[in-house]
């Protein structure tokens, strides 16, 4: 069983930038799609980013399109999450995730997802 640990976020101002990390370990990560989802207070978990196994495909909710980068490093088995420009709107608890099963990827809530437990973002207006 893999396990996921979110690190990289904090309190920020509008229009700043942050940097979240995810380093996962109990398997390498080089078969396995990698995504990032977040969850604001008395919201549904949603998805942000996430990136096939090869690293080639990368997919973005429309809300941060254009202002996060996903990336992974297969060498240290983890993955990133870049965020520029940040606004309000981005509060939120980030998870980081990957799937039970290889070569699959799919942008949505799922029991077939394995999740870190999370990592505060907040953005000051």
């Known amino acids: 069983q893999v396990q996921l640990v979110e690190s990289g976020g904090g309190l920020v101002q509008a229009g700043d930038s942050l940097r979240l990390s995810c380093a996962a370990s109990?398997?390498?990560?080089?078969?396995?799609?990698m995504g990032w989802f977040r969850q604001a207070p008395g919201k549904e978990r949603e998805f942000v980013a996430a990136?096939?196994?090869?690293?080639?495909?990368?997919y973005y909710a429309d809300s941060v399109k254009g202002r996060f980068a996903i990336s992974r490093d297969d060498a240290k088995n983890a993955v990133y999450l870049q965020m520029n420009s940040l606004k309000p709107e981005d509060t939120a608890i980030y998870y980081c995730?990957?799937?039970?099963?290889?070569?699959?990827?799919?942008?949505?809530?799922?029991?077939?997802?394995?999740w870190g437990p999370g990592t505060q973002v907040t953005v000051s207006s």
């Open positions: 995730a990957t799937e039970r099963t290889p070569y699959r990827l799919s942008a949505e809530v799922s029991s077939n997802l394995y």
């Open positions: 109990g398997r390498t990560i080089s078969a396995y799609s």
């Open positions: 990136i096939t196994w090869s690293g080639v495909g990368t």
